[in-house]
């Protein structure tokens, strides 16, 4: 799994990064961090792309616009976000979606479904309104 995420756009060119992407599994990333990659600003042409450089399935998390994928067999599809009541804090959904959905994908579920696990649990580190700082009282109680 890969998350090319804005830190590494400092320091690498695209070239270098797409590049890599022809080893990996599973690429996830946000919009704008694709974008960026890849030049590219609809999240279906991105998953193409990703998938002509070599990545085997494509993950594309759009904030309250959900989140899109493209699979090994080149099946794309886009889910809508979580609702959530409130949106305070958000430090470490991604982190938090990233984790849902290898969690899931090991245990054998479909891509489809570990995307829609991993946006009910961004959803909810976003809705207790610590971010991921408070989701271990909000778990407990």
């Given at each position: 799994?890969?998350?090319?995420?804005?830190?590494?756009?400092?320091?690498?060119?695209?070239?270098q990064m797409t590049g890599v992407w022809a080893n990996v599994d599973l690429l996830i990333g946000t919009l704008?961090?694709?974008?960026?990659?890849t030049g590219i600003d609809q999240p279906e042409q991105i998953a193409k792309r990703a998938r002509r450089q070599g990545?085997?399935?494509v993950v594309i998390k759009m904030g309250a616009d959900g989140a899109a994928y493209?699979?090994?067999?080149?099946?794309f599809d886009?889910?809508?976000?979580?609702?959530?009541?409130?949106?305070?804090?958000?430090?470490?959904t991604g982190d938090a979606f990233n984790g849902a959905l290898l969690a899931r994908l090991?245990?054998?579920?479909?891509?489809?479904?570990a995307v829609a696990f991993a946006q009910t649990v961004a959803a909810k580190v976003v809705e207790i309104g610590h971010g991921v700082?408070?989701?271990?009282?909000t778990v407990r109680a």
């Amino acid at each position: 799994m890969l998350d090319p995420g804005v830190g590494w756009m400092r320091t690498n060119p695209a070239e270098q990064m797409t590049g890599v992407w022809a080893n990996v599994d599973l690429l996830i990333g946000t919009l704008d961090e694709l974008q960026f990659w890849t030049g590219i600003d609809q999240p279906e042409q991105i998953a193409k792309r990703a998938r002509r450089q070599g990545a085997r399935r494509v993950v594309i998390k759009m904030g309250a616009d959900g989140a899109a994928y493209m699979d090994e067999d080149e099946n794309f599809d886009h889910q809508l976000a979580c609702r959530v009541a409130r949106s305070d804090v958000s430090v470490g959904t991604g982190d938090a979606f990233n984790g849902a959905l290898l969690a899931r994908l090991v245990g054998g579920e479909s891509l489809a479904s570990a995307v829609a696990f991993a946006q009910t649990v961004a959803a909810k580190v976003v809705e207790i309104g610590h971010g991921v700082i408070g989701w271990e009282r909000t778990v407990r109680a």
